[in-house]
């Protein structure tokens, strides 16, 4: 099993949908989370830093479920300027090791 | 605009070239990392600094040599890669490993091996 998973996509939704990706992690000790996004041959860059009590930037919403043990992200109202692979990445205090998922692709049609 | 800088934006070499990536930051992280990406995958970890000393090597091979001259910057000597090493290279930054904070990512350097 992977340490950290996540649904490759495509995920192709309409503009104006609303589009939620899961990532779940299989370390119980890791500590933070993180969603970031990554546009063809750029960087990733961060989206959102995802906290216990869940939380939200705007369209953003992203959650934890740590007895589950996966985060989620919620996009509402989506725009073609989201249409970008979402990498889930996971850590743990005290360790360098940062975990990227597969990353899920979403494409926003007009 | 990024906080990483890395240069040369884009590389071309031969086999028997030797070239180096060169990373740098201002924001006080102590860790600064290399990954290598390759299309439609994700990063995947080559080496880590903490505190300008080498903490992770992920069983990279040789031709492939890491340096941290200082706790700003960081080096990626290059020399007799493969066609396979074409790929891009990412450096990144974060405040230490008790933090755990969010990695800072530079535009990354994109190299071709002919």
């Known amino acids: 099993r992977k340490e950290v998973e996540q649904d490759p996509g495509p995920f192709n939704v309409p503009e104006g949908a609303t589009v939620a990706f899961n990532c779940t992690y299989s370390?119980?000790?890791?500590?933070?989370f993180f969603w970031y996004r990554q546009d063809c041959r750029k960087e990733p860059k961060l989206l959102m830093s995802?906290?216990?009590s869940g939380n939200e930037d705007g369209r953003f919403t992203a959650q934890l479920n740590r007895a589950s043990q996966y985060i989620s992200l919620l996009i509402r109202d989506s725009k073609l300027s989201d249409s970008a692979t979402y990498l889930c990445?996971?850590?743990?205090?005290?360790?360098?090791?940062?975990?990227f998922g597969t990353g899920t692709r979403l494409k926003v049609l007009a | 605009d990024t906080e990483v800088t890395q240069t040369p934006k884009h590389l071309v070499m031969g086999m028997t070239n030797k070239k180096s990536l060169k990373c740098e930051q201002h924001?006080?992280?102590?860790?600064m990392y290399w990954y290598k990406q390759k299309a439609k995958k994700p990063p995947e970890l080559m080496f880590v600094?903490?505190?300008?000393?080498?903490?992770i090597n992920e069983s990279v091979p040789s031709r492939f040599s890491p340096e941290c001259p200082n706790s700003s910057l960081l080096n990626l000597h290059l020399h007799a890669l493969q066609p396979e090493d074409s790929a891009l290279y990412l450096c990144?930054?974060?405040?230490?490993?008790?933090?755990?904070?969010?990695?800072?990512f530079g535009e990354g350097s994109r190299l071709t091996v002919l």
């Open positions: 990445v996971v850590t743990t205090s005290g360790t360098y090791k940062y975990i």
């Open positions: 600094y903490s505190y300008e000393k080498l903490s």
């Open positions: 990144a930054s974060s405040q230490d490993s008790a933090a755990a904070g969010e990695l800072f």
């Open positions: 924001m006080g992280h102590r860790a």
């Open positions: 995802v906290y216990s």
């Open positions: 370390n119980s000790a890791s500590q933070s």
